[in-house]
């Protein structure tokens, strides 16, 4: 059975610096999502990672795929307050997407 | 409309009540699913539908009762329900269940059971 771990659960950044959020996953894939919720909303897709050595970037974030490793990053740059909300990655095991629990992103001044 | 659309996007109800949630996508995709999002818990995947089958039913109780009339509408039937339930119920959508498409999801249905 797939399962797929992120951590930290919560991370308090501070504007201006950079930070990583980790995803492990137990078994063999190469396609990964990561997705954003804020607060009473929806998902919004941010990256797909299709392939190991997969990198991309969008804004201050940057999320790789290392497929070998079953691990994904998200490093986030020079964070500020509009990136506060709750990271998701989930990963397909071949018919359907298993979530991790998130990570909760809060940016201080 | 454009995406994924759902209603209501609260629902307050009764155990004996019986209540319907509705999504419908526009974006022509054929595989539709339902989430549920407790507090505290990963997002759960409920079923999954292709080209209007459903193809996953993740040990979901009977209590609840999914319907796909066609690939642009699902509909999760509500009966019965407990107070346990009471969570954000997602719809998501993408062109193909396999193939590694990205799935789009609804804005959600908070529902709480009374």
Known sequence: ELKVEQNPLFLSMQEGKNYTIYCNYSTT?????????????????????????AVKQEGRLMASLDTKA?????????????????????????????????TILRVKS | ETGVTQTPRHLVMGMTNKKSLKCEQHLGHNAMYWYKQSA????????????????ENN???????????????????????????SAL?????????????????????????L
Not at chain 1, 47 to 52: D, G, I
Not at chain 1, 73 to 100: E, P, R
């Open chain 1, 29 to 53: 894939s190469d396609r990964l999502y990561w997705y954003r919720q804020d607060p009473g909303k929806s998902l919004e897709s941010l990256f797909v990672l299709l392939s190991n050595g």
């Open chain 1, 70 to 102: 079953r691990l994904s990053t998200l490093h986030i740059t020079a964070a500020v307050h509009d990136l506060s909300a709750t990271y998701f990655c989930a990963v397909d095991n071949g018919n359907k997407l298993v979530f991790g629990a998130g």
């Open chain 2, 40 to 55: 505290k818990k990963p997002l759960e995947l409920m079923f999954v539908y292709n080209f209007k089958e459903q193809t």
């Open chain 2, 59 to 85: 040990s979901v109780p009977s209590r609840f009762s999914p319907e796909c009339p066609n690939s642009s509408h699902l509909f999760l039937h509500l009966h019965t329900l407990q107070p346990e339930d």
């Open chain 2, 89 to 113: 119920y997602l719809c998501a959508s993408s062109q193909e269940v396999a193939g590694g498409y990205e799935q789009f999801f609804g804005p959600g249905t908070r529902l709480t059971v």
